[in-house]
């Protein structure tokens, strides 16, 4: 399984809401969002903060919209810009969040994961605004 193929079966949108899902990700990932200052090491990890967080989250994710999928030079890693589309729970408003991530893989697995979201797309939709 090539990494654009890791990331198609990780961003599913029956595997972004309820269970938190980690079979994608090696057991050493390590995953960043440098806007947000936050760096993640290993699975484990990863999974011990994504069902809290996903629990508290004002809104669900409806779909996934992959924008393009730039290849590099290395097999190994894509670039992909993509929209994440949610439905604020307590009003129902839809809302779209752009982001890009750089994403490694080997083995069927994802190894590393840099995510560059819109923070100020993100506040507006959650704050209505």
Avoid: C, K
Avoid at 20 to 28: C, E, F, G, M
Avoid at 72 to 95: K, W
Avoid at 102 to 126: F, K, L
């Amino acid at each position: 399984m090539n990494t654009r193929e890791v990331f198609e079966r990780a961003m599913r949108p029956e595997r972004l809401t309820g269970e938190v899902h980690t079979d994608h990700l090696a057991d050493d990932v390590v995953l960043e969002w440098p806007f947000g200052g936050r760096r993640i090491e290993g699975r484990a990890a990863f999974a011990a903060m994504a069902g809290p967080a996903r629990a508290a989250l004002p809104f669900r994710i409806d779909e996934v919209l992959v924008d393009t999928v730039h290849e590099t030079a290395d097999p190994e890693v894509i670039v992909v810009e993509y929209r994440l589309v949610g439905t604020m729970r307590a009003t129902g408003e839809r809302h779209a969040s752009p982001l890009i991530a750089v994403i490694r893989a080997r083995g069927g697995r994802i190894t590393h994961w840099r995510e560059y979201q819109d923070t100020p797309a993100i506040a507006r939709a959650m704050t209505g605004s």
